[in-house]
């Protein structure tokens, strides 16, 4: 079977997939994964790496390995630069992951956040909690 799904998943759920090996996020990214593809753009990945290595993580993990995870797992994720701007979420933070899914299709967005939640879902692309993602 070829996989062709596209899924964004949201900062905090991919931090919590990384420092929390068996959390429902980490659950998520592993069935992204085997399901399709996780994408990122350059927004999402710079913010990803933004937030992981603040300081408040390093009770989780040493800095060193969490650069470590960034690295792979942007190595891993399919990029996608959107070509649109979007300025519909209450949260401006949260409008790249609106752009990216709508530009590449993606199936779904999977996100704790309510100012994506309370989209859904945007533009014909559902967004997810983890748990309906996991249950879908």
Known sequence: MIKTDLFVI???ILISAFILPNST?????????????????????DEFTEVFIRPKFDKYLPLEIRLEIVDDFISLAFTFEPAIEITMC??????????????????????G??????????????IKTAAEFLQS
């Open 10 to 12: 949201d900062t905090n």
């Open 113 to 126: 956040d309510q100012d994506l939640l309370v989209l859904n879902p945007f533009q014909g692309i559902p």
């Open 90 to 111: 209450r949260d401006p933070k949260d409008d790249k992951f609106l752009e990216l899914a709508l530009a590449a299709k993606a199936k779904c967005i999977i996100t």
């Open 25 to 45: 996020a980490h659950k998520v990214l592993t069935k992204a994964r085997k399901d399709g593809y996780v994408i990122v753009s350059q927004k999402c990945a």
